[in-house]
C-alpha cells in the first residue's frame, strides 16, 4: 500500500504533529519555563534571552505533586550541584550560570504540576505588571501542545508561541517507533482529552 494513502501513517502524523507543538519565535514579553529536574529547557531558555528575544524568564515549579519533593537534577549534575529545594531554585541556577542576570528572572515556586505553572505564573506577572502581550514558552517537544493549551487558558489575550526542546530520544519523526514514543505520545493526548474535559465540566474527577 502507498504509505502516502496509508490512513494508519496518516494518523500517526497527525498526531505527531499535534502534540509536537511548534512555532516561529519573534521578540516576546517573557519567557516561560514550567517546572522540571531537566537543564535543557531553561538553557534554551538562556540562549533566547541572550539573543534578545525577551527581557525577563519565568520558570515556574515547586516540585512534582506525584513525588512530593524537589525529586534531583536528571541530567548534567556534574555541572547543576547545588542544594535545590524547588524545580524553581534549580531553573533558576540554570540560568544564571547560562548567562541570565539574576535580576531577569521572575520568581514562581509554588506549582506542583503543569496546569499551576500557567496559572500562577499568571499571578506573578499581573503583580510585577507585565502586560504579556507575546510569550515564548520553553518546554519537552512533546509536552508542547498540553503545555500551551494551558498558557493561553490563562493568557487568552496572549499568542503563546512554544519552542520544544528534546531532552530524550523521543522526537517527531520517531516517536511511533518505540514504545517509549508510542507510550508518551499516546499519553499526552489522553491527558489533553481527560483534563481539558474536566475543566470544562464534562468530564470527571475519576477519569484524572
Known amino acids: 500500500m502507498n504509505r502516502k494513502m496509508d490512513p494508519y501513517h496518516k494518523y500517526q502524523k497527525e498526531t505527531g504533529d499535534f502534540i509536537f507543538a ?21 538553557e534554551q531558555a538562556a540562549r533566547l534571552y541572550r539573543d534578545g528575544f525577551a527581557p525577563y524568564v519565568l520558570p515556574s515549579g515547586r516540585f512534582s505533586v506525584t513525588v512530593g519533593h524537589f525529586a534531583g537534577v536528571m541530567e548534567k549534575k556534574e555541572r547543576y550541584r547545588g542544594s535545590y529545594e524547588t524545580e524553581w531554585e534549580f531553573l533558576k541556577d540554570v540560568l544564571v550560570q547560562n548567562g541570565v542576570p539574576g535580576e531577569a528572572v521572575l520568581c514562581e515556586n509554588q506549582a506542583t504540576f503543569t496546569y499551576e505553572n500557567a496559572i500562577f505564573s499568571r499571578q506573578v506577572t499581573d503583580r510585577a505588571g507585565i502586560e504579556v502581550k507575546t510569550a515564548i514558552l520553553c518546554c519537552k517537544n512533546y509536552h508542547a501542545r498540553r503545555a500551551k493549551m494551558y498558557y493561553e487558558l490563562l493568557y487568552p489575550k496572549a499568542e ?21 514514543g508510542i507510550d ?25
Not at 514579553?29 to 531553561?42: E, L, Q, R, S
Not at 528534546?166 to 518505540?178: F, G, K, Y
Open 22 to 42: 511548534q512555532d516561529t519565535l519573534r521578540k516576546a514579553d517573557v519567557i516561560f519555563v514550567p517546572g522540571n529536574g531537566y537543564p535543557h529547557m531553561a
Open 184 to 208: 508518551a505520545v499516546i499519553g499526552e493526548a489522553s491527558r489533553i482529552m481527560k483534563q481539558f474535559s474536566l475543566m470544562l465540566g464534562i468530564g470527571s474527577q475519576s477519569e484524572i
Open 160 to 180: 503563546i508561541l512554544v519552542c520544544p526542546v528534546q531532552v530524550d530520544s523521543v522526537t517527531r519523526e520517531n516517536w511511533m517507533e518505540t514504545e517509549e
